[in-house]
């Protein structure tokens, strides 16, 4: 198993080992890799996606490995959570990225909720799984240009607000694709 390095992530593939730690649910992890796919669609780097039980069977090449804590689940009747400080974040040790990081489901998850209404509750598992496939995009993108730097718009600005994990669109924007480019 090799982590993420810098000379095979553009024109090979790189797995995204992911890691549920509570409960999910399985419609919306599928949403959450289609809309992940649909960011990263400009990069010239495929992704794959591998569950942490079978990662270690099948050794892939360059991999990351995303932890996902809490309920990634939308529970009918929604719970007081303290949504204060990041949905997610990258490690980094030394001032250096690491191909390593953490998905806070209940955050996300009382983000989602507090941009939902009415016929939203409809559709919970798309927009469910469209909210942590645009957090991890987000840090895919730290990983990628190995930088903590943040865009302006789009997906890797510096913090995303309930409304904006659950619109139609959020694009990677260009300045992003060429940070991940320039490492």
């Avoid at 992890?29 to 990263?40: Q, S």
């Avoid at 892939?60 to 997610?88: H, I, N, Q």
């Avoid at 645009?134 to 607000?161: I, N, Q």
């Amino acid at each position: 198993m090799a982590w993420l390095t810098v000379p095979a992530v553009f024109g090979e593939g790189i797995t995204i080992v992911l890691d549920f730690q509570g409960p999910r649910s399985e419609p919306s992890v599928a949403e959450m890799k289609r809309e992940f796919t649909g960011i990263m669609k400009d990069t010239p780097v495929r992704f794959d996606f591998r569950w942490r039980s079978r990662a270690s069977q099948e050794v892939p090449s360059d991999l990351v490995l995303v932890r996902f804590t809490g309920k990634c689940v939308l529970d009918p009747v929604g719970y007081l959570y303290d949504e204060r400080g990041p949905m997610a974040f990258t490690y980094s040790t030394d001032g250096v990225v690491q191909p390593f990081g953490e998905v806070a489901c209940d955050k996300v998850t009382s983000a989602v909720r507090s941009a939902m209404s009415g016929g939203d509750f409809a559709n919970a598992d798309v927009l469910l799984g469209r909210a942590p496939g645009r957090v991890l995009a987000h840090e895919v993108v730290h990983m990628l240009s190995k930088s903590g730097a943040h865009g302006r718009t789009g997906v890797a600005r510096p913090a995303l607000s309930g409304s904006q994990l659950i619109a139609p669109e959020l694009r990677l924007e260009p300045e992003d694709l060429e940070r991940m480019r320039a490492r």
